[in-house]
């Protein structure tokens, strides 16, 4: 992979994402051995988890807006089980089946490029999809009896096929650097005389490998959602809410950071696992507990007619 891309994905790709893949550049993870390894694995996971979320919040939008178009019994099947303890194939899962989904319906998605990522135009599974599913494969055979065995050169070869997946799934994701993963944190209303009102947004930018969030103003003709994860189609004035599947949290966790949506036991027990040094927190400990558990029980309503409240696997 070109270097000039590699600060490109640094400086512009999602935080959440930048967040696994910048600890590869640091000196102490240049070697091949197992600290490599964890986080050539880490940001396969990661970027699977992210399309997972963008995909998920893309079928929970088209479904409100078509109620009478449910989706498939691929992904409807066993969904209360898969969300609640959602994993590294889960995420994949949810990308394959909402996609092709959301293809079949032709539904004008945020991020459109997403379905190359997965499938070939002539059909059958696109190589970014299959080298995330051979991370999965590698992740899953290892276990500590095996690596405890590891000897450099065994390390030195694993880290070159596990890295080769990794770039060739990055490069496949250069459209990433056309769109926007923002925080919302005020909306203000300006109103004139006889013109339509004018929404104001103070923005957090959620790119890069620092979690010192550069601030942003749009002024738009239309309201988005206030304290909420925001992806934005710049070019196609189009956003998608990513919450409750990714959140921003000052408070609840070990410090201030960026959350992925981690799975539930109970309504008021979602979890949710950092992205980069803030540790993990249970919504109930959160001030958006009641916010959490009604968008997290409005998912389940929409793709399993099953109200959170309900029995769940774990």
């Known amino acids: 992979m070109k270097e000039r891309y590699i600060r490109e994905i640094l400086a512009a790709f999602p935080y959440p994402i930048v967040a696994f893949f910048s600890k590869l550049r640091t000196d102490e993870c240049f070697d091949p051995g197992p ?10 996971e990661t970027i699977a988890r992210f399309l997972g979320t963008v995909t998920l919040c893309e079928c929970r939008d088209y479904l409100e807006r078509h109620p009478d178009s449910p989706p498939p019994p691929h992904l409807t099947a066993d969904f209360s089980a898969r969300f609640s303890r959602p994993a590294w194939g889960t995420w994949m899962h949810f990308t394959r089946e909402g996609l092709r989904w959301l293809s079949e319906a032709d539904a004008e998605i945020t991020m459109p490029e997403m379905a190359g990522l997965y499938f070939k135009k002539g059909g059958g599974e696109a190589e970014p999809a299959a080298a995330l599913g051979k991370l999965l494969t590698i992740r899953n055979g290892l276990n500590h009896e095996k690596i405890q065995a590891f000897r450099p050169s065994d390390y030195r070869e694993l880290c070159e096929e596990t890295c080769a997946h990794l770039e060739s799934v990055l490069e496949a994701m250069e459209f990433l650097l056309n769109y926007e993963l923002v925080f919302i944190n005020q909306i203000e209303v300006n109103k004139k005389r006889k013109a339509p009102p004018l929404f104001l947004h103070r923005l957090s930018m959620l790119m890069g490998s620092s979690d010192a969030f550069p601030g942003d103003r749009k002024q738009m003709n239309e309201f988005m959602d206030s304290r909420s994860i925001f992806l934005l189609n710049v070019e196609a004035r189009k956003h998608l809410n990513l919450t409750p599947l990714l959140v921003y949290e000052s408070a609840a966790g070990k410090a201030p950071d960026i959350f992925f949506f981690n799975g539930f ?22 001030d958006q507990a009641g916010d959490i558990a009604l968008e997290i029980g409005n998912i389940l309503s929409l793709f399993s007619a099953k109200p959170m409240g309900g029995e769940t696997h774990g």
């Not at 027990?269 to 109930?284: D, P």
């Open 265 to 286: 036991d109970k309504p008021d027990a979602v979890e949710y696992s950092a992205c980069n040094h803030g540790g993990g927190f249970v919504s109930g400990n959160s």
């Open 35 to 44: 600290l490599r390894l964890k986080y050539i694995l880490s940001t396969g």
